[in-house]
């Protein structure tokens, strides 16, 4: 049984390296005094320098930002519902239309709402369709996070209060909401998180205008490389490490919330 | 339940299902309708699509529907090889994904229950930067420049054999599609092992049977529900991926979605672009079916 620990954990250890490696050394060369990502040379800020003075990169954030906040938003609100009547009733079609787009290779989901947008709803492309996109496949992540803390409630505490006499709006405000919170925002930072890495679907439905920063990352690295992508690289993965953090932190305080409740 | 209650339940229902369904039918079912449509239409002069009804100036231009999109994809070998060649890329993901998940799920459901969501959390943590950036990452490690390129490269001059360029090649886009994939495998298989009953593995080992069969005849059909999804999770979106090989891939290395996405952003055929994608859709859709069919629990098995 020792003998074989030690081959899994030498196995795991080097899964972990392959992993993690890669983006150590993205994050190493953001501070290198080269424009290769080559060798180490020296320490140095300048490209981080260099993306604050970059105006379109930060035009790009501000953009992403928008789009995250109000997709993530529009998620949080159609996705709490839809897990909360996929829970509820016995529905047959809603599930298919909320979880489909989850499963299905993003560039369908991409292409299709090209067309849409462009033959149905005659929309000149931009801030509008990506935000409508995002929401789109959104709502089937914040639903499954909602169905699975429903599905881990206990229905009693909904039956006792209808039998208080509270009506279905009430049950809902007081007792039902503020058990599946956590969740909500749980599904909340995550729609915001997956909307403003999207690189695929923001691609096929973002117009010629306003730049988003995915695409100012995609266009950097396709035509010219330089450590300012590492740059923004970093302060993306402490963006969103930032944002798992406050995720376990909320999803702690909850779980430990039921604990006492439930003893 | 009173006549009432069943009412007030149905209004319930309207006002907490509705609104997600009107939304998803018009942004999810109403854009693949489109799509199936416009797979059958005329591409236009300059892009786009042809007029469904003849424009009376130019009687003769190409109107209406036609199957000529799909005649097309099956008059060119070319498009079945691009098939061939990502079911072939995806087939590879999926099998090197399950080799480097595989011991990790076991050492993590198998370590103590305090560290599991830790461990589970280091997977995870990774795949929460941006989906870009950890295909950057490979295009500085795999760089003609780099380390790992010039260790390579020294080792195959002391055999004579002349440099390798790592970037820009089906091994880098193979690389970073098992990059990006890796936990799609690694958390499905984690929680179908860690259901598993130690006092099975224990029993066969009092019977006497060595790690090897006990791996084999015990653990692996148990897993392979998990091995089944997690096989999905991964082929699926490599059979439509076009980043990876747009990025790390050199000109001969494209797959169904990069020849996709060029019907829209390049040469702007519409209707061959969404015949692809149709087609790309059914192969996904028998993937699925076939994963669903093979991970059903079998009766009489635990877990």
Redesign the interface.
């Given at each position: 049984m020792k003998r074989?620990n030690t081959w899994?954990?030498s196995?795991?250890a080097l899964?972990?390296a392959?992993?993690?490696?890669?983006?150590a050394?993205?994050v190493v060369?953001s501070f290198n005094d080269s424009r290769?990502?080559?060798?180490w040379v020296g320490f140095t800020l300048s490209w981080y320098k260099a993306l604050f003075n970059n105006a379109e990169m930060l035009t790009a954030a501000g953009n992403s930002l928008i789009i995250a906040l109000s997709a993530s938003f529009s998620a949080t609100?159609?996705?709490t519902?839809?897990g909360?009547?996929?829970h509820?009733?016995n529905?047959k079609?809603?599930p298919v239309?909320?979880f489909?787009?989850v499963?299905?290779?993003?560039?369908?989901?991409g292409?299709?709402?090209?067309?849409?947008f462009?033959?149905?709803l005659n929309l000149t492309l931009g801030m509008v369709s990506i935000i409508?996109?995002h929401?789109?496949f959104c709502?089937g992540f914040v639903?499954i996070i909602v169905r699975a803390r429903l599905q881990d409630m206990d229905e009693s505490l909904f039956e006792a209060a209808r039998d208080l006499g509270a009506s279905?709006w009430q049950t809902f405000r007081l007792v039902t909401l503020p058990l599946i919170m956590p969740a909500v925002v749980a599904g909340a930072l995550m729609s915001f998180?997956l909307s403003i890495?999207?690189?695929?679907i923001t691609?096929?439905t973002k117009g010629v205008g306003e730049p988003i920063l995915?695409i100012q990352?995609?266009t950097m690295?396709?035509v010219a490389?330089t450590p300012e992508?590492n740059a923004i690289?970093t302060l993306?993965?402490l963006l969103?490490?930032v944002?798992?953090i406050i995720a376990?932190k909320l999803d702690a305080h909850a779980s430990s919330r039921d604990a006492k409740t439930s003893s | 339940m009173s006549k009432g209650d069943l009412r007030e339940g149905r209004v319930a229902r309207l006002l907490v299902g509705g609104p997600p369904f009107i939304f998803l039918l018009i942004f999810f079912v109403g854009p693949s309708l489109i799509m199936i449509l416009t797979s059958f239409r005329f591409p236009g002069e300059f892009g786009g699509l042809a007029p469904i009804a003849a424009p009376a100036a130019s009687a003769e231009s190409e109107h209406g529907f036609t199957p000529e999109a799909y005649q097309f994809f099956f008059s060119d070998l070319l498009y079945g090889e691009i098939f061939f060649k990502s079911f072939a890329m995806a087939a590879a993901t999926t099998f090197i994904c399950l080799i480097l998940a595989y011991p990790l799920a076991v050492l993590i459901a198998r370590s103590e229950k305090r560290f599991r969501n830790l461990l589970v959390l280091l997977v995870v943590l990774p795949f929460a930067s941006n989906f870009l950036i950890r295909i950057y990452a490979w295009m500085i490690i795999l760089g003609p420049e780099s380390a790992l390129s010039q260790f390579i490269n020294a080792i195959l001059g002391v055999f004579g054999i002349g440099p390798v360029t790592l970037l820009f090649s089906p091994f880098a886009v193979l690389v970073g599609m098992v990059y990006v994939h890796l936990p799609f495998m690694v958390l499905p298989l984690y929680t179908n092992l860690e259901k598993h009953d130690p006092a099975l593995l224990n029993a066969a080992q009092d019977l006497g049977a060595n790690g090897w069969q006990r791996f084999w005849q015990i653990t692996w059909p148990l897993s392979l529900p998990g091995v089944f999804s997690g096989s999905a999770l991964v082929f699926i979106p490599v059979l439509g991926m076009f980043a990876v090989p747009d990025i790390l891939g050199g000109t001969g290395d494209i797959l169904i979605g990069n020849l996709i996405k060029d019907q829209f952003l390049g040469t702007r055929d519409w209707p061959f672009g969404s015949a692809l994608s149709i087609m790309l859709t059914l192969a996904v859709l028998s993937v699925a079916a076939l994963a669903t069919w093979l991970a059903r629990p079998a009766t009489g098995q635990q877990g």
């Open positions: 074989n899994l954990w196995a795991a899964v972990y392959f992993l993690y490696i890669p983006l050394i993205v060369y290769l990502n080559a060798e609100v159609l996705g519902m839809a909360l009547a996929i509820r009733y529905l079609v809603l239309l909320v489909t787009p499963a299905m290779p993003e560039i369908l989901l292409v299709s709402l090209l067309l849409f462009l033959q149905v409508i996109a929401t789109t709502i639903a279905p998180t890495d999207d690189f695929v691609f096929f995915p990352i995609y690295i396709k490389v992508v690289s993306l993965m969103t490490l944002m798992i376990a | -």
